[in-house]
């Protein structure tokens, strides 16, 4: 049993020892509060945008940070899940990108304020949230993938474009991979000449009025470039 001397001296060291550390820990967290908070990237562009998040209400449905709705899905890392590129797309319309499915107003934003909403989220998702939001830990083989049927088509020698890879597999699938709210892209090169396909790419609206795919932004590059990949899947 500890003297009134020793308890005194274990209660006062005890109270100095923790004391000092939590001063530490207060400390060292001011010091990366910045870098953490990504503070020093802040832009005018990324505060145009919370405004116009704050105004239209999004966190009524969805989340950032673990705040908001959970009626739609989180944000915070949708720039680096999804890509400016398909974001800026399904801002125009989400209903084209998945129609019957999606029942996120259309908002009617100005190519400047898409750009503002796109910079604001993009920042959020560069904050240091600790790994927030989570990754789902899904063992190893709990899920069961189904095998695309075996065809005859020839082999795709043509690799696939950085920009179909954004925004194309959002809707359609090559091989088994990719959404279903397209149809699939897999033979598209023998039912279609290059021509067809580019021009469709330019505006799918002209070719086919009331098609639910959207118009993209591609420049003439990477148009040229998606249309070579169609043309090989054969």
């Known amino acids: 049993m500890l003297s009134k001397s020793q308890a005194r001296a274990f209660f006062l060291g005890g109270t100095f020892l923790f004391g000092a550390i939590f001063v530490f820990l207060t400390i060292d967290t001011l010091r990366q509060n910045d870098t953490r908070t990504n503070a020093q ?4 562009d990324v505060l145009k945008g919370k405004e116009i998040w704050e105004k239209n209400n999004c966190m009524g449905c969805h989340t950032l940070l673990g705040e908001g709705a959970y009626y739609a899905p989180d944000l915070t890392k949708v720039v680096e ?10 801002l125009d319309d989400p209903q084209a990108m998945f129609p019957g499915e999606r029942k996120m107003v259309k908002y009617n934003f100005t190519k400047e304020e898409k750009g503002q909403v ?4 993009d920042w959020v998702g560069k904050i240091d949230a ?5 990754k789902p830990n899904i063992p190893v083989g709990s899920i069961t993938t189904a095998v695309p049927p075996q065809t005859t088509s020839s082999v795709v020698k043509v690799s696939q474009p950085e920009k179909f890879s954004q925004l194309c597999v959002a809707c359609h699938a090559v091989g088994g991979k990719g959404g279903n709210v397209g149809p699939a892209l897999d033979h598209v090169g023998s039912k279609f000449d290059v021509d067809y396909l580019n021009r469709w790419l330019i505006d799918p609206q002209v070719i086919k009025p009331g098609t639910n795919m959207p118009k993209l932004p591609l ?9 070579t990949y169609l043309s090989a899947l054969k």
């Open 118 to 121: 796109i910079a604001f989220l």
């Open 81 to 90: 899940r999804r890509g400016v590129s398909w974001i800026d797309v399904f």
């Open 130 to 134: 600790n790994g927030w939001p989570p």
């Open 41 to 44: 990237n802040l832009t005018e």
């Open 219 to 227: 420049s003439d590059t990477e148009r040229k470039d998606i249309v």
